[in-house]
Structure formats: C-alpha cells, structure tokens
C-alpha cells in the first residue's frame, strides 16, 4: 500500500494551481464552548487563495463548529477569523454576503421550479441571476423550469451549489457534499469540484471520505476533540506516516470495487 500510494502521489490535492501567497482565510486560536464544554480548543490555520482545503475528523470533533465561526453563523469564544482581510467577529454579515456554502442537506421549497429559485436567491443578494450560465456550470443545462423535487440527489446536490455560486464567491463552503451519492454522481461532483477550484475559487471542503480528501485537497487538516491533530497535504501526511514504520496487513490491489462497478457500469451519469 504505501508503495502505491507514493507512486500515484502526483494525483494527490488535485490538479495544480498557482496559489496566491496571501491567505484568504486566516484563523487564530479558535475557541467554543457550550457550558462545560469545550468544542473547539485553539484552533489555527489558513486557507490560501485557490486552493481545495478539508477539514477532517470523526463525528463531535468540532468540523462544524469550525465551519460556522468561520462563515460568521456562530459567535466566537476565543481567537479571531479573518475572511478576505474582514474580520468576522466584527463584520459577519459582509463575510456572509461575500462567501458561498453548500450544505450536506439544502432545504428549498421542492414545487419551485430551479431557475425561480436561482432568481429568488439573486434577490436576496441584490443581484440578477443568470439562470442558464448557473445551471450550465453545475452540469443542469436545460432545468431551469424543473422542480426540485423531481431532481436526483446528485442533481440537487449540484443545484445547491449553484445556489452557493450565486454571488460569484470567492470563497465556497461545501459540507459533506457527496454523503449518499452513487458513484457516478460522487465522480461528477469531483470533476465540478475540480473545475471550481482551477477557476481561482478557494473551497473549504468537510468529508468523511478519505478517498475524497486525498484526490481533491491540497491540505488538509485532522481534528479530534477539538484540536488540530495534523495539517499538511495529503502526500506529506502519507509519507510521514510510511517513514515511522507504517504498513497494512492486508494486501491491497490496484483496483477496488468501486472501480470494477465504474469499469463495468460507465462513469456516465444516470439521470432521468
């Protein structure tokens, strides 16, 4: 395994992108607390410009606390964010009007047709949606008058980022985005998260999928109990862990299932 890992170590963070040496994000000994509690303890990193940065760890860990003190939905304990040179604390309704998020679940009203509900979200922005130019770049070319409910879960799952994207963003937040989705749908959602990223966009992704994280981040960071545990891109992690003596136990193939199932059924989207 390790052996495969370092050698397909190029497709580790995405394709490459110039990154903008100033960071977009700069958290600082991030604290929270509910009660006793202490969700969150001296949580710092940064989120450079253009780059896909996750966020990793088990249930409870923190992950979405982080994420709403970052978007400017939670009050912060302790620490500061900084958001494009805003300060959240301070400021939160500009970094919520400047940023895009898509959550694991978005609730829209199902009997609205998708290009009334890009218009409706304009609004709320003070903007004119291009309907059409949104739906194209999600992959939904041509649904501007379905309804939600009629949609795949893939399917909405791309709308809800065309909803984040409204704004023009150049911060996105997208929060489990492939939990329950086929593999074809999983696959698509890369390849839309890919192209979102080699536009420039800096993209904070949460995923309980490792496989996820190592193919569309640039770095990540592990959390448990509050605390960052490690922070460094997916190779690096890997090849710390191989040179303190790691190996598996089990003899890990070139292929996996998922790979058969793609192989035999197509990576084609299956939509009706």
Not at 109 to 131: C, H, I, P, S
Not at 150 to 164: E, K, N, P, Y
Request: charged residues 25%; hydrophobic residues 45%.
């Amino acid at each position: 395994m390790p052996e495969q890992l370092i050698a397909s170590a190029p497709s580790m963070g995405g394709s490459p992108a110039v990154l903008d040496h100033a960071p977009l994000v700069v958290a600082r000994d991030l604290e929270k607390s509910y009660g006793d509690v202490r969700a969150v303890r001296g949580v710092s990193f940064d989120v450079k410009r253009g780059e896909v940065f996750g966020l990793l760890g088990p249930n409870g860990a923190g992950k979405t606390t982080i994420l709403e003190m970052v978007e400017g939905m939670l009050r912060i304990d302790g620490g500061s964010v900084m958001v494009d040179g805003v300060d959240v604390s301070r400021q939160p309704e500009r970094v919520r009007s400047s940023i895009g998020i898509a959550l694991q679940k978005s609730a829209f009203f199902e009997r609205l047709a998708l290009g009334e509900l890009l218009r409706l979200f304009a609004d709320l922005y003070g903007n004119t949606a291009m309907v059409d130019e949104l739906l194209g770049r999600v992959g939904l070319q041509g649904l501007a008058r379905r309804q939600v409910k009629t949609l795949s879960g893939g399917q909405q799952q791309r709308f809800a980022v065309a909803v984040a994207l409204i704004n023009d963003p150049a911060l996105l937040f997208l929060d489990e985005p492939t939990t329950g989705l086929d593999p074809q749908a999983r696959r698509n959602l890369w390849d839309l998260i890919s192209r979102l990223r080699a536009d420039g966009r800096s993209i904070f992704l949460t995923t309980h999928y490792m496989e996820e994280a190592q193919h569309l981040c640039d770095r990540v960071a592990i959390l448990d109990s509050g605390r960052i545990l490690a922070l460094d891109t997916p190779l690096a992690l890997v090849q710390k862990l191989v040179e303190s003596g790691f190996h598996k136990d089990v003899v890990v193939w070139p292929a996996d299932l998922e790979d058969v199932y793609l192989d035999i059924t197509g990576k084609n989207l299956r939509e009706s």
